[in-house]
Each structure stands twice: as structure tokens, then as C-alpha cells.
């Protein structure tokens, strides 16, 4: 498969990377290293699939003119668009044309996340009653320097919609009422501190994101009936590990079991290799999981703004 990247910016230097051999050229309109200047001057016939590494703004558009052309599209989350019909759009197009249109949030494959995934899956906890998230890195001080990424709802969508995600590849179909408890705007023009969550979904969710946090770190802890399962960190900022405890009845110290990894991030190259093997089959493009979260994100987005306002 040849693949282009479009927007050759941190994101797009990672994807490039993972595509290897696969790549072929770049479009930047600002980037000297990119081959183009955009991806309309890019030769139709010399690529079968792109990597949409671009603002948020421009998506749509890229990924309308990519879907016509017969082109596969991996897009870095989150997929926006100004009304949920385009989103609908974008689905029909790619299924008249035969192609996958991918949403990328590459940590699924996280090799705890997957862990956690096979325990719920497994029903080894029993009844999860609570899942909390934390999300947290350094980047205030480079977000407000941008001039598209400290607007409006700010860390929100960046890292609240990886943590939506995450808790929907854990915990299947989750409903979308969702709400804010904390927005405060300590550094940023936009919100840089948030906590959201859900009193009513099974389980009940706690999430917390920040651009506060000078170490980048990410912990998870799920309360169920028969014990608890804990992640700290992740791969990139490892080591990460994975804890599992086992409740002992009526009370005490339960027996744990751990795994601790010590690695490179893993989820760049795992991920494109499925999205090309969706690519390879012939997948048909299902963005579901993108219209439930733009409603989700929609909704968290106007309470974040009005509560951080005040």
C-alpha cells in the first residue's frame, strides 16, 4: 500500500515513521521538508491511502476530497464536524467507494488497555461499579502558544477524547449523558484543567485531563465486586504497569498480581498495521463511534466554556 501523509507536523513525523516503506510523500502548506504544498498536488495515481495528520479545521475537506478520489484515510482524532450529517457524509462516501476511513486513537493498543479490555471481557471482576481516569501532561505553556489548539473547550477534546474513547473500547455502548465538574483556566485562554464525567453509565465514569501535569503521566482504576484493576503510565512515559487484585471477603488485604513493561511506544506501528489490514480486506467504514462522540464532546464542550467563564 502507498500512502502520503497530510500534515507533516509532530503528529505527521510519528505516522510517516510507522508507514516505513508504505510512504511515498508528504503535503504541508507551511512545512519546507513536505513534498507538496497541499494534497490536491499530489498525483492521484501515485497513492492508495493518506494519513490526515492536520488541524482540526481542514479535516472535513481533506477527507471529502481523499473518499471521492478512492482514497483510504487514517485521521488523527478527534473527527469534528460542524454537524453530524457531514459525519454521515463522510460514512456514505466511503462505502460508495469501497474505501476505510479510519479515526485514529492509537491508545487501543496500549498493551495494558488491551489487558483491561480481556479482564472486563473475561467477567473475572464481576460487576464494575467505577472507573477512574487520569490524563495529564505539561503542554499549557506550548498550547497557548497555538493559535488553534487554546480555543474553546481546550484540553477537552484533546485528551477528554481519548479517555471517552478509551472508556468505550473498555465498556462497550455508554449512552451520552455526560457532564462537567470542574473547568478552570489556569494557565490558558482555554480551559487547561478539567474533570467530566457520568453518574449514570455502568460503570459510572471519573475523568480528569490537565496540560498542568510537568510530568506526562496516566493512571486508571477500576472498583468492581471481585477486586480492582490498576494501570499506571503508559509505554511512552514508562515503565508502565498493571495491577490486579483479587477482594477478599468479608475484608482484607487482597493478593495482587502485576505486570510491569519497560518498552518503546508500541501503538504507532500497531496501529497503522491494522489500519492497513482493514485497508487489505476491504473493511466497510463504520463511524459510529465518531458521531457518539462528537454528541458527547459537543455537549461537554458548551458546559466546559460557560463554567470556566465564571
Known amino acids: 500500500m502507498r500512502v502520503i501523509v497530510v500534515g507533516l507536523g509532530i503528529?505527521?513525523?510519528?505516522?510517516?515513521?510507522a508507514a516505513g516503506q508504505d510512504f511515498v510523500a508528504s503535503a504541508d502548506p507551511v512545512n519546507p521538508d513536505a513534498d507538496f504544498k497541499s494534497v490536491q498536488e499530489v498525483p492521484v495515481a501515485t497513492y492508495d491511502a493518506a494519513l490526515v495528520c492536520t488541524p482540526d479545521e481542514p479535516k472535513l475537506e481533506l477527507l471529502?476530497?481523499?473518499?471521492?478520489?478512492?482514497?483510504?484515510?487514517?485521521v488523527e482524532k478527534p473527527l469534528w464536524a460542524?454537524?453530524?450529517a457531514d459525519i454521515g457524509r463522510l460514512e456514505r462516501i466511503a462505502r460508495e467507494k469501497g474505501v476505510v476511513c479510519y479515526t485514529a486513537y492509537n491508545h487501543r493498543f496500549e498493551p495494558h488497555y488491551v489487558r483491561l479490555r480481556e479482564l472486563v471481557e473475561s467477567g473475572e471482576l464481576g460487576t464494575i461499579y467505577h472507573c477512574r481516569m487520569f490524563y495529564g501532561n505539561g503542554t499549557a505553556r506550548l498550547v497557548r502558544d497555538s493559535a488553534w489548539r487554546d480555543t474553546g473547550a481546550g484540553v477537552l477534546p484533546d485528551l477528554g477524547s481519548h479517555l471517552l474513547d478509551t472508556a468505550r473500547f473498555w465498556f462497550g455502548e455508554l449512552g451520552?449523558?455526560?457532564?462537567?465538574y470542574s473547568a478552570r483556566r489556569f494557565e490558558n485562554r482555554a480551559p487547561d484543567h478539567l474533570v467530566f464525567g457520568s453518574r449514570v453509565?455502568?460503570?459510572?465514569?471519573?475523568?480528569?485531563?490537565?496540560l498542568l501535569s510537568w510530568r506526562n503521566h496516566f493512571t486508571c482504576d477500576v472498583f468492581a465486586e471481585r477486586g480492582s484493576a490498576h494501570i499506571r503510565s503508559l509505554c511512552k512515559w514508562g515503565p508502565t504497569t498493571?495491577?490486579?487484585?483479587?477482594r477478599v471477603l468479608p475484608s482484607g488485604r487482597p493478593p495482587e498480581e502485576g505486570v510491569t513493561l519497560v518498552q518503546a511506544d508500541p501503538t504507532w506501528d500497531l496501529e497503522y498495521a491494522h489500519f492497513k489490514s482493514l485497508c487489505g480486506?476491504?473493511?466497510?467504514?463504520?463511524?459510529?463511534r465518531d458521531l457518539w462522540l462528537q454528541r458527547v464532546l459537543r455537549a461537554l464542550d458548551q458546559q466546559a466554556v460557560e463554567m470556566s467563564a465564571t
Open 11 to 17: 503528529q505527521g513525523a510519528k505516522r510517516r515513521a
Open 64 to 74: 471529502d476530497y481523499l473518499l471521492s478520489k478512492g482514497k483510504h484515510a487514517l
Open 82 to 84: 460542524p454537524r453530524d
Open 176 to 180: 451520552e449523558e455526560f457532564g462537567v
Open 201 to 210: 453509565t455502568r460503570p459510572q465514569l471519573e475523568l480528569e485531563v490537565t
Open 242 to 246: 498493571f495491577t490486579v487484585r483479587t
Open 281 to 288: 480486506q476491504g473493511a466497510r467504514t463504520d463511524l459510529a
